[in-house]
């Protein structure tokens, strides 16, 4: 299989990248393998060869691919770092596929010069979270990056433990951040800035030269990673998910998660929940992370200034968020409801639920899931036998019963049913919920890859009931929640 690759930074110079080859592992085996992102871009069924294992391993070069390490810079939990760059990430390039075009990178290849002190390298147990929660966003509607396979090896990696080290090839369109655009800002390399920006538009949004005053199209820029941010947030809160390290290194310039490591979709629902116990001022904390977004955000427009040429215009840009994130979190909570018209009340209703599940720790994914199906079945059933199931989540249901009344108010004159469907479309039964993933690390450990290949199945279809899999959507055991998930995770 050829694949025509091209350098992702074909049009600028070496200031922005170091080319280096990756680094060989031992023994290498397949992990997992996305055969329906494969599919979707065409590829032939047995194309999971021992070339591409050699290929996506490290072991081997695809002819025509120059494989690189891009330089970056960022905050990371609020303190500005300075330089970084791709530490573990090497970029074999980029192709074209029915999807679009595509870059490819290999996480965990090996040292670069960004390394740092580290040693390039992932281990199994990151790179297996990291494989099934960015195909778990993507089977959610999310903007993610996505994985396309997962390779072992048998050689060690010392982290809090001695590991084995795995490589995951992970897929976008682009994987430039926040912070690529911070570091050629903060070193006053302006003329650089400018050409990557100006690359930024004509490869992701060439909509962008429409516009033809250099500070407005920048600044339209600005306006529209503004907009793709918001909706990004917008869909994590509305599903549970937490990041958990989103500096402005993490963030894509695309609107994408990027960067699974201490990542945690919330089992009960607690807005201050901390998913990484390297987070001590939980900075990141799942209710925070509307507001952090808008700070990484001020930042990317601090670093957009010298281009955009005029203050006011920059905060113009970025003030948006304010009234747009509400309002798509709103929507995003009203669909959840079952309420595709917009009401003057929504918010509230929204808020006092929202209060209602915090005060108990509701499981989130369950509430959501039984709220659905109880509305399917209203008409059938009528409100206290169908409700009755998501009455038995709460240990004191009083806040539920005193808020129920209000909500079927709300439904008044819907057809409940086909509201009930809608629901059922737009609240998951499967997340990846951290015992899950530490379940399926335990395995892979052993040589049993099955739960791993289980999981990428039912998170790649999570609306669906998937009766084989029942076990998988239950509520999480009491030890999971002893886990600890670090950056290193």
């Given at each position: 299989m050829t694949l025509g690759w091209?350098?992702?930074?074909?049009?600028?110079?070496?200031?922005?990248?170091?080319?280096?080859?990756?680094?060989?592992?031992?023994?290498?085996h397949w992990v997992a393998k996305?055969?329906?992102?494969?599919?979707?871009?065409?590829?032939?069924?047995?194309?999971?060869?021992?070339?591409?294992?050699?290929v996506l391993s490290g072991n081997a070069v695809a002819k025509g691919?120059?494989?690189?390490?891009?330089?970056?810079?960022?905050h990371q939990f609020g303190v500005w770092a300075g330089q970084l760059g791709d530490g573990r990430a090497l970029s074999l390039g980029v192709i074209d596929t029915p999807l679009g075009a595509q870059e490819i990178q290999l996480k965990g290849a090996g040292k670069t010069p960004y390394s740092r002190m580290g040693d390039g390298r992932a281990v199994l147990r990151s790179?297996?979270?990291?494989?099934?929660?960015?195909?778990?966003?993507?089977?959610?509607?999310?903007?993610?990056t996505r994985a396309l396979a997962l390779v072992g090896s048998p050689d060690r990696v010392l982290r809090e433990d001695i590991e084995t080290a795995a490589v995951v090839t992970r897929v976008a369109p682009s994987f430039l951040r926040f912070g690529h655009l911070q570091h050629f800002a903060a070193n006053g390399e302006i003329k650089a800035l400018k050409s990557l920006v100006d690359f930024l538009i004509d490869t992701q949004f060439p909509h962008l030269n429409q516009v033809e005053d250099g500070p407005s199209r920048y600044t339209a820029l600005l306006a529209d990673i503004t907009r793709l941010t918001a909706v990004m947030l917008a869909k994590w809160q509305a599903v549970g998910f937490c990041h958990g390290v989103m500096n402005t290194d993490n963030m894509?310039?695309?609107?994408?998660?990027?960067?699974?490591?201490?990542?945690?979709?919330?089992?009960?629902?607690?807005?201050?929940?901390?998913?990484?116990h390297s987070d001590h001022q939980g900075r990141y904390a799942y209710a925070r992370q509307p507001q952090i977004a808008y700070w990484n955000l001020f930042c990317l427009g601090q670093a957009l200034l010298p281009l955009i040429e005029d203050q006011d215009k920059a905060l113009q840009a970025l003030e948006t968020y304010q009234s747009l994130y509400p309002a798509l979190a709103d929507r995003e909570f009203a669909v959840k409801l079952g309420l595709t018209l917009a009401g003057a009340d929504d918010h509230v209703?929204?808020?006092?639920?929202?209060?209602?599940?915090?005060?108990?720790?509701?499981?989130?994914?369950?509430?959501?899931?039984?709220?659905?199906?109880?509305?399917?079945?209203?008409?059938?059933?009528?409100?206290?036998?169908?409700f009755e199931p998501v009455k038995d989540l709460f240990i004191d249901g009083t806040a539920w019963l005193a808020w129920l009344p209000r909500y079927l108010h709300r439904l008044e004159g819907t057809d409940t049913e086909q509201a009930g469907l809608l629901m059922l479309a737009t609240n998951p039964k499967y997340v990846l919920r951290n015992h899950l993933g530490e379940e399926a690390i335990a395995q892979a450990k052993i040589g049993n890859f099955a739960l791993v290949d289980d999981l990428l199945q039912v998170l790649s279809s999570p609306f669906d009931e998937h009766?084989?899999?029942?076990?998988?959507?239950?509520?999480?055991?009491?030890?999971a929640s002893s886990i600890s998930i670090s950056c290193s995770s």
């Open positions: 091209r350098h992702p930074f074909d049009a600028l110079g070496t200031e922005f990248y170091s080319s280096v080859n990756p680094t060989a592992l031992s023994n290498v996305n055969h329906a992102l494969a599919r979707a871009w065409g590829w032939p069924d047995d194309a999971f060869d021992d070339h591409l294992l050699n691919s120059q494989p690189c390490a891009s330089v970056y810079s960022g790179s297996i979270r990291e494989f099934l929660c960015s195909e778990a966003m993507h089977g959610l509607r999310i903007p993610t894509s310039l695309l609107g994408l998660t990027i960067d699974y490591g201490p990542f945690q979709f919330l089992d009960g629902f607690d807005p201050a929940h901390i998913c990484n209703l929204i808020e006092s639920l929202l209060k209602v599940l915090a005060t108990e720790k509701t499981d989130f994914t369950i509430f959501w899931r039984r709220l659905s199906h109880a509305v399917a079945h209203l008409q059938s059933l009528g409100p206290t036998k169908a009766p084989r899999f029942e076990h998988l959507a239950g509520f999480a055991p009491d030890w």
